[in-house]
């Protein structure tokens, strides 16, 4: 099972965004997973945002990066810029890293509703292509392995 983190400053607005369309998208075939490097409160605008897509985040909480040190991700997904500087080495040694750029953070961590509509639709448009292209490439790989098994399966039995 894939582990993906998405990253932010907060884990308050965007980061949690993404969280959700990527449990969404992911249909419990990845563990996802979101933190922040300073986290504070959810803010409750996105939670209504998300609830308009028929996506509910009112149980998510606000973590801190550090709680996630024994997990071994697979992807870790910034959102800010220069967060990959500050991601400790026992979180991303193995893990692909991908920055996500939101240019109106500004405007969401102040509560602008409009702000919160334009970047739902981005983060959106964001986690289902990712997750589309990401389960296809490991299903493929998946599906490769078992024809070469199989295949060595016979080979030994002839």
């Known amino acids: 099972m894939l582990h993906i983190l998405v990253l932010s400053i907060s884990n308050a607005t965007a980061g949690q965004m993404a969280h959700g369309f990527m449990d969404y998208f992911t249909n419990e075939r990845a563990q ?3 933190a922040g490097l300073e986290p504070q ?3 409750s605008t996105v939670i209504e945002s998300m609830d308009v897509v028929g996506i509910d985040i009112s149980d998510y909480s606000s973590n801190h990066i550090n709680d996630y040190h024994k997990i071994s991700f697979d992807y870790i997904i910034t959102i800010g810029d220069g967060l990959i500087n500050h991601i400790p080495d026992s979180i991303s040694s193995k893990a692909s890293m991908i920055d996500f750029p939101i240019s109106n953070m500004e405007e969401l961590n102040a509560g602008n ?3 919160f509509a334009k970047a739902r639709k981005k983060i959106q448009a964001y ?3 990712f997750i589309e292209s990401e389960l296809k490439k490991i299903e493929k790989t998946k599906a490769i392995k078992k024809v070469k098994k199989r295949l060595k399966k016979k080979k030994k039995q002839n």
């Open 32 to 34: 996802i997973y979101s």
């Open 41 to 43: 409160s959810i803010v």
């Open 113 to 115: 509703e409009d702000a």
């Open 127 to 129: 986690c289902e292509e």
